[in-house]
């Protein structure tokens, strides 16, 4: 089907005065949701999940980082970056995605909602826990805090509500159903916070030794500790020097686990598991799913908790 946004798309690339007529005509100025709905750009996976379970079927939601992809070192095409200009509503975690932080800058005005903003932020990791930063060529920002903020359901929970308000904002036909949608899922992810509480109460360990440093916020809610083999960043890679030191600090803690990650080689985990005789399970950041993934964020997390309490014995 031939959408206003395709058309538009379209022809801006080519003769700016069609354009002008379409839009004048058919399309209806190109300000606010078009006859095709409303738009949404989701930076990535669970900003994309928020938003069509927020929006329903009244949004159409496009996902800047591809399944599979890992979403920290996103790199935008020139068209995605006219899409997301495009967009009625951009959904992203500032700080998180230079690349993402960048466009919106530049191309989404005010139409975006930094997911951050909408939640109380931690600072980033402690020095200890940061890898060296061996430059991997995309200059990230500096951030006084640590982006991760959806590993914390009861944050989510937040951002759902926030996500329902500005819809309504943006699209106020269908605020009534945004905000049901909103009120529906925020009380999902606060029972899945609860579920979480209870889950990780009364565990034998508190510490668990992450691939990158994702889960502060986890962490932070229900009591536990992180040590984690890279930083903020799962692209850094940790200097021999750290990897003994963790290895010490697996031993010291009796961790009995190195997690591992969906989206990123588990090689240094693995061998930092090996040289501290523990074994590996997998801890999903939910930063993207993995290509062919049938879970959501609900499921991945419900996983995450399970593997969590083998790995910490929680009664
Ligand atoms: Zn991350």
Known sequence: MLT????????????LTATALLTATACGGGDGPGS?????AAAFYPMAWLSERVGGSEVSVDTLTKPGAEPHDLELTPRQI???????????????????????????????LDAAATVRTLPPPAEGEHAHEEGDGHGHEETSYDPHVWLDPSRMATIATALGERLAKTDPAH?????????????????????????????????MVTAHAAFGYLADRYGLEQVSVAGIDPAAEPSPGRLAELTHEIRENGATTVFTETLVSPKVAQALAREAGVRTATLDPVEGLADGSRGDYLSIMRQNLRTLRTALECS
Do not use: I, M, W
């Open 175 to 207: 605020a009534g159903t945004y905000r049901a949608n909103a009120k529906t899922l925020a009380g999902q992810l606060t029972a899945l916070d609860e579920e979480f509480r209870t889950g990780l109460d009364g565990c034998k360990r508190r510490a």
């Open 4 to 15: 206003c946004r395709s058309l538009r798309r379209a022809l801006s690339l080519t003769a």
């Open 82 to 112: 006219a899409d997301l200009g495009e967009s009625d509503l951009v959904v992203y975690v500032k700080g998180l995605q230079p690349a993402v932080d960048k466009a919106v800058r530049e191309h989404a005005g005010d139409h975006a």
């Open 36 to 40: 095709d709905g409303t738009r949404v």
